[in-house]
């Protein structure tokens, strides 16, 4: 059973940074890929960037590119997400994922730090 928790978040000015980590135990077959995931009020959740454990692929939304970093330290089992040039529309429930495919059919889900970008 892959258990994942996040760190990180909180409450920064637009034009701030933010670095959300993600500390995973127990991984197992089918987890060899580690997303962010984010939700806003009112949205539905959607990936932001994901990362292969083992291998050099990563994936960025659109609306991150240039801006977020996905990172990964293997030996301590963490993944990281740096967030730069922050905008009030990043403002979400961010969420750390696990699962088989780069940008799809994760199934293990950390329980959510809050992202708050004021302008």
């Known amino acids: 059973q892959v258990q994942l928790v996040e760190s990180g978040g909180g409450s920064v000015q637009a034009g701030g940074s933010l670095r959300l980590s993600c500390a995973a135990s127990?991984?197992?077959?089918?987890?060899?890929?580690m997303g962010w995931f984010r939700q806003a009020p009112g949205k539905e959740r959607q990936i932001v960037a994901s990362i292969w454990w083992t291998g050099t692929g990563s994936y960025y939304a659109e609306p991150v590119k240039g801006r977020f970093t996905i990172s990964r330290v293997n030996a301590n089992n963490t993944v990281y997400l740096q967030m730069n040039s922050l905008k009030p529309e990043d403002t979400a429930v961010y969420y750390c994922?696990?699962?088989?495919?780069?940008?799809?059919?994760?199934?293990?889900w950390g329980q959510g730090t809050q992202v708050t970008v004021f302008s």
């Open positions: 127990g991984r197992t077959f089918g987890s060899d890929y």
């Open positions: 994922a696990a699962g088989p495919t780069l940008r799809y059919d994760y199934n293990y």
